[in-house]
């Protein structure tokens, strides 16, 4: 491929990642607003579940192909870079309180489906009826969601006692429709033409691996975080990012399992640091805020130092 072929491709995808996330945050914005729940709830649920998709994607059909180390460090490594860089770019951007009512109990399953994935795969192979503990978190988050956003209904709505036309939620729905497959197939584009000028560059396939393919897959998380920033929803950021990671570690890999046929082997890189690491930044994600009911620009830095650190061990 010609280099300029690639170089355009690249720009269209970074344009449609850049447009689709203005679309995709304010049509989750008109959601929460019209709806009364609030938006860190939004961020948790509604955000969470679409921006997850290329995850949820990329790990089962690398499963279905046979690629089952791509299926299982997809899962494990965007967790750990929503954390790391993600979430660490966010406070140190936006540094904000946190509502210990909203945060505890989705924190609280955060850390436990990466404990529990650590602990199920330690002897190099997720089967599927352990596989259903981490299913059973994912039951406990959605069951979490559905009370606040009843609760958030109930105290917000009535008060405002807004009514929306037909004609505007479809506007607004399809806004935020077309905004996640903007974000989709732009990164789509970024990450394969990413790859393909970095190696007419000359940089290493090992390098364009870690890099590209790790953080590719968390573009709609960072996209999402990066326009949250530019509008002050630093709620709706936190929301994407934690809810993302619960799904990502509870959902993904026993999906995977079982289109496998009930067993999947993991790795030892997986065993010995990939999930080691994911372990740790939760630790360090969510020990602040629920201690003291703020993050910290301080913690994003650390947790941005943590994941270089990560990067480093990993290409070294």
Known sequence: MEIWIAVLLFLLGLVLIIKGGDWFLNGAVWIAEATGVPRFIIGATVVSLATTLPELTVSLTGVLQGEVDLAVGNAVGSVTANLGLILGISLVCIPSR???KQFEFKAFLMVCGAALLLVLCRGGVLTTLPGML???????YLWSNLRDARSGMAENRPARGRTVSRRQMVQKLALFAVGIAAIVAGSRLLIDYGSELALLMGVPS???GVTMVAVGTSLP??????????KKE???SVGNIIGANVIDLTMI????TAVSGGQLTIGGQTTALDLPVCLLLCCAAVLPPLLMERFYRWQGVIM????????V????
Do not use: D, Q
């Open 206 to 208: 090992s390098i364009i």
């Open 234 to 236: 630093a709620s709706m």
């Open 253 to 256: 890999l026993p999906a995977c």
């Open 98 to 100: 946190v509502s210990r």
């Open 313 to 316: 061990t990993l290409v070294t």
């Open 304 to 311: 941005l130092a943590m994941y270089a650190g990560y990067v």
């Open 221 to 230: 998380e960072l996209v999402t975080t990066l326009t949250a920033i530019a």
């Open 134 to 140: 981490l299913f059973v978190i994912f039951g406990l």
